[in-house]
């Protein structure tokens, strides 16, 4: 926690000294590494080197503001650095966590008993279906819980009729899309979140957006102004 807490700090401080000397920032940021690494062998001359918290966190910051070509500057591996980095964010996630305590909460005898009986009195129906019905009734559940209830007591999915699932999608794989977000940690540990499509037939890959706070706004508004030539937009509220 404390290693995580020191990362933060510095790359924040650091970010903002660097911004303000970009041109001489490289060769500032060197000499820090170097003095730096001076002082770890000085403190261990006759032992195996060993980095404390505070040495891992100090040159994994300096790390991210320099450029690769420039990371000979570091006793250790780019490999270790950028473990010290995912270091860094799993001590955040744990921490995350902690604080949000345990999971969802399970779902009531009662609500369960219900998913049940629609289930076996309407056996053509998938989790799908279920859910609807159940929102008709002001009971808002995921199609993945019904599913799992389904399950869990014998009532697997209703009969197909039709083409599969896999052969629907080899049919029209050319004029379907998927759509996602995937995650990504920035320097300062901050999660952006970046949505995606990707075309089933070509398996190509186009980035639509990234934001730090999705929301059904945000989704339904970006593909409208980035369909076509595939553009990337940023969220004006990231910025």
């Known amino acids: 926690m404390a290693f995580s807490l020191l990362y933060i700090g510095l790359c924040r401080f650091l ?3 660097v911004s303000s000397r970009r ?3 490289d060769k500032d940021i060197e000499i820090m590494v170097l003095r730096h690494q001076v002082l770890v062998l000085e403190r261990q001359r006759h032992a195996r080197v060993r980095y404390r918290p505070a040495d891992r966190a100090i040159l994994a910051a300096l790390s991210r503001l320099l450029t690769r070509d420039r990371w000979q ?3 250790v591996t780019p490999d ?6 995912r270091k860094a964010a799993k001590h955040k996630w744990r921490r995350w966590r902690k604080q949000r305590g345990p999971g969802r909460p399970p779902l009531s005898d009662g609500l369960v008993d219900l998913i049940m009986r629609l289930g076996r009195e309407n056996r053509s129906w998938g989790c799908v279906r279920v859910q609807g019905e159940l929102r008709k009734l002001g009971i808002r559940v995921s199609a993945t819980s019904v599913r799992r209830v389904l399950r869990r007591h014998g009532l697997g999915p209703a009969p197909r009729g039709g083409p599969t699932w896999s052969e629907f999608l080899r049919s029209q794989a050319h004029s379907v899309l998927a759509t996602d977000f995937f995650t990504v940690d920035t320097v ?3 999660q952006l979140y970046v949505l995606f499509v990707i075309e089933l037939s070509t398996r190509e890959v186009h980035i639509l957006g990234v934001t730090d706070h999705p929301t059904g706004a945000y989704v339904t508004r970006l593909p ?5 030539p595939w ?3 940023a969220d004006p509220s990231s910025s």
């Open 80 to 85: 270790t650095l950028l473990r010290w980095h």
């Open 188 to 190: 300062s540990l901050k």
């Open 224 to 228: 409208a102004t980035s369909w076509g």
């Open 15 to 17: 970010g903002l000294v």
């Open 23 to 25: 041109t001489e920032s």
């Open 73 to 75: 500057s570091f006793l």
């Open 231 to 233: 553009t990337t937009a």
